[in-house]
């Protein structure tokens, strides 16, 4: 079973609202990752869990909130965000360490603040 | 200089033929290579992972890799219209703790 889940699919939040989006993975990966993707860009990392640990801060605002409960679940808590945060969020698993590293993504959260 | 970089495209192939995509990384160290195919609108679907020097087919893909040259490419045999897509050059960095850096992509359109 290759596959990561993510919800909800599609979210549209105010600015002073309060959200999460969510992520699953059942593959026994030990690495999870969240991306934000703007349209006709790369994926941009935003964080990085390690043995449910958080690893990798790419300087994210800290309206984003990651948390990561248990191997398996990852969650990104919104808050007070901002239009040009409008995006594709994209969760993705791997299994950490050196090695193979692929990472499998979810089909992401398209998300629109307004 | 672009950690790895990728023609943007649009890269226009006729059906049946083959598409070469190139990617190009910075970091000698790097150890893992892959590429991501992207329909719009979509996430990234990993097709292929390479890690050494040589050729890996699977199936109508190719990954070829030179570490030399820091150069690693794809090629598109028998390509059909559900080819068309971004394909993203991904380049596992060893600095640090590592992460994946990703090539802006190749947007691919077959043409029937």
Do not use: H, M
């Given at each position: 079973d290759t596959e990561v889940t993510q919800t909800p699919k599609h979210l549209v939040m105010g600015m002073t609202n309060k959200k999460s989006l969510k992520c699953e993975q059942h593959m026994g990966h030990r690495a999870m990752y969240w991306y934000k993707q703007k349209a006709k860009k790369p994926p941009e990392l935003m964080f990085v869990y390690s043995y449910e640990k958080l690893s990798i801060n790419e300087s994210v605002p800290s309206r984003f909130s990651p948390e990561c409960p248990n191997s398996s679940l990852l969650n990104l808590h919104l808050h007070a965000l901002q239009p040009e945060d409008s995006a594709l969020y994209l969760c993705a698993s791997s299994q950490p360490g050196q090695g193979a590293r692929e990472q499998y993504f979810g089909p992401g959260t398209r998300l629109t603040v307004t | 200089?672009?950690?790895?970089?990728?023609?943007?495209?649009?890269?226009?192939?006729?059906?049946?033929?083959?598409?070469?995509?190139?990617?190009?990384?910075?970091?000698?160290?790097?150890?893992?290579?892959?590429?991501?195919?992207?329909?719009?609108?979509?996430?990234?679907e990993l097709i292929m992972s390479i890690y050494s020097n040589g050729d890996k087919e699977d199936g109508r893909f190719t990954a070829q890799l030179n570490k030399a040259s820091q150069y690693v490419s794809l090629l598109i045999r028998d390509s059909q219209p559900s080819d068309s897509a971004t394909y993203l050059c991904a380049v596992f960095r060893v600095r640090g703790w590592g992460k994946f850096q990703f090539g802006a992509g190749t947007q691919v359109v077959v043409t029937p």
């Open positions: - | 200089q672009k950690e790895v970089e990728q023609n943007s495209g649009p890269l226009s192939v006729p059906e049946g033929a083959i598409a070469s995509l190139n990617c190009t990384y910075s970091d000698r160290v790097s150890q893992s290579f892959f590429w991501y195919r992207q329909y719009s609108g979509k996430s990234p």
